[in-house]
């Protein structure tokens, strides 16, 4: 085990009906003045926009908003914030409040850094610069997914440049609070239950693939909350109102990208890499494209290192093991996985995420652009290994 | 799955040398002047109080010190340090630094939370009086048990009622930070780790035994964390200088009492309550105890409530169970149960940890006087099924 530090002061308050309190939870941490940060129209259409905007009102706070957030946010719309937080009256700081997922909070996170700095946010995303301070943000999570509600991290898409990049400063930008409703999530579209299901997992995978030895307490944390996921993701798709099941998921989501998964680990995140690359330049679901390079990357580095492939085969997905060789062990494993994501509805492969003709010397050509080479821990991996993974996912 | 609010703000420092750090973090945490609370010799003996001093000057801080913590921390010394609190000069307000073990940080919180009261810090115990503030305490930890490091849980005992009291106030009494190297438990008598690792395994039964639904994430962690202990004790027992099992049994012990095994539980704390009254008349190691206690405490309620006790056996002791009655299942748990603590060299009964002759009036007396009845949760426990379970220790 490496020598680590862990600290998470988020504040989550889970549950029904939390999400009423958001006003009284704004005021505790401080908020005089508010910039609510939402997406698109399901915010608005279910109401829970107004009953976060009453909560406020009641508390006796002043708000503004900034819709529109998409998918894989864009550096476009955080410049819009940072300009609209300078033209904010300035008798107080600005607390942002983020309604929504992944992709709402790490726009809120982006805004909370850049506009306490003097320069473009866009330095901290690409190492020019480091935080020394940023606003506050809140939480009303919608999405159970990213696990951007306890994280430290924000992943940004520049349009200009093409870039897809993720910012960790676990001291600035983790959440002061998060309000996790799980009845909240009743109405997400299945297939991005599905592909938040994924993240989640590949998350908790990103720390489980590591060579730092005497990791056992992490792994069978690791090895817990998959397991719960892979029993609460069926009942979820089926029942998409099942209380349990929507806050074990919610709740698991968290847990998977706090940093309690990898806590003294050396860990990999070459996949997010090769996948970040994929929906920079084809826009698709984070999540769905994880399913789709997660068994490529987990089939490649298996070959040289087999162990912890072996380990989550038998101990999470249950595969017999006496008597057996690593490698028939691991291609269950991977079989099981790829068979697990594929009942949520997820993609396989890249035709199945609707690339037909992917552009690979592109993709290899990006991913160490911007990642430099080798990437990745668990197994270093330089252009003949991260072209062979992409070949893996035709 | 009930709501919750969860918040583990401690900055916890983790792994070889961290020690050394103590003076930059109490700086870090708003120190200048410093009580350092202590045990017995050993602290002094190895040099630790020593480093710990030096690091202190080495950041410019003063610091005062409060020895002599015995276990099962008593009221006398508790008002020895708010008194002497109260005649460090108050130029600036004191910072706790507890080096030792759960009745050192024990001490230190109820001194932290006693200095900011006029009344006697012992109202907070008895619930006469809320804590509104308290010093901020920081932990250089040397025994993993007590979990005292992350929790916002303290004990006391008052020799002169002879209650033995747990208070509970995550908002007030979470260490700002708590520094834990391995290294430090090294030398600690086996008995010792032993009864901490018991102590750390009933943290987590005391949640886990619950009646309250959906918890299937919560269930997995605590079972995850349970099989990390089984698997890491022996060779901490075998091998005392085994750094990643020390640090595996150290963290389990700090993830038992955080809270995260037990977000939306109700939760159960009978076997605590009853050992609670065990070690305040005989003075016993409370792990100990506890390894008495739980299994006769188990054994009783699992006959009107079996469910998580088969869960138990079936997940975290590999119980085969197919085609066998319930109550098979559950006895041969306990029984696993008891072999892993006694083969850590633990009690099994009354006699073993040195009671001849249990005043088991007493025993129910006390307990009901001080807690009420029933007590309990997971099953509701009136005197007759106290005394049955205190029966069972014989």
Redesign the interface.
């Known amino acids: 085990?490496?020598?680590?530090?862990?600290?998470?002061?988020?504040?989550?308050?889970?549950?029904?009906d939390?999400e009423k309190e958001v006003g009284q939870l704004c005021c505790k941490h401080g908020a005089s003045r508010v910039l609510i940060i939402y997406g698109g129209g399901s915010v608005v259409r279910s109401g829970l926009l107004q009953r976060v905007e009453q909560s406020l009102t009641t508390a006796g706070l002043s708000y503004e908003t900034l819709g529109g957030v998409k998918p894989n946010p864009e550096d476009g719309l955080v410049r819009e914030g940072i300009r609209k937080i300078q033209n904010m009256s300035a008798s107080a700081p600005v607390f942002l409040l983020a309604v929504g997922g992944g992709s709402v909070i790490d726009t809120a996170k982006a805004i909370a850094c850049g506009a306490c700095y003097d320069g473009d946010f866009w330095d901290f995303y690409i190492g020019k610069a480091k935080i020394q301070r940023a606003l506050p943000v809140g939480v009303v999570l919608t999405i159970p997914a990213a696990g951007s509600e306890g994280s430290g991290n924000s992943v940004i898409t520049n349009t200009a440049t093409g870039q897809k990049i993720s910012l960790r400063s676990p001291e600035h930008l983790r959440p002061v609070f998060s309000i996790m409703n799980p009845e909240l999530t009743y109405t997400l579209p299945p297939y991005q239950t599905a592909s938040g299901i994924c993240d989640m997992m590949v998350h908790i995978f990103e720390r489980y693939f590591t060579n730092t030895?005497?990791t056992?307490?992490?792994?069978?944390?690791a090895?817990?909350?998959l397991?719960?996921i892979i029993?609460?993701a069926p009942l979820v798709m089926q029942h998409p109102q099942d209380?349990?099941?929507r806050?074990?998921i919610m709740?698991?989501g968290m847990?998977a990208h706090n940093g309690?998964c990898g806590?003294?680990h050396v860990e990999d995140w070459a996949s997010h890499f090769m996948e970040h690359e994929l929906s920079a330049l084809y826009g698709v679901t984070h999540g769905a494209g994880l399913a789709v390079v997660f068994p490529a990357w987990l089939t490649v580095v298996s070959r040289s290192n087999p162990k912890k492939a072996v380990q989550l085969a038998v101990r999470v997905f249950d595969v017999p093991y006496e008597g057996r060789h690593e490698q028939e062990i691991i291609a269950e494993g991977i079989a099981r996985l790829r068979h697990f994501w594929t009942s949520l509805g997820l993609p396989s492969n890249m035709r199945e995420l609707g690339i037909t003709d992917p552009d690979i010397d592109l993709l290899v050509h990006n991913l160490h652009e911007t990642k430099g080479e080798p990437i990745g821990n668990y197994v270093r991996l330089d252009r003949i290994l991260t072209r062979e993974i992409y070949d893996h996912t035709r």
Chains 1, 2 share one sequence.
């Open positions: 085990m490496e020598n680590f530090t862990f600290c998470s002061p988020t504040e989550f308050v889970f549950g029904r939390t030895p005497e056992n307490i992490t792994d069978h944390l090895e817990g909350v397991r719960s029993e609460q209380y349990g099941a806050a074990n709740w698991a847990l309690l806590t003294g």
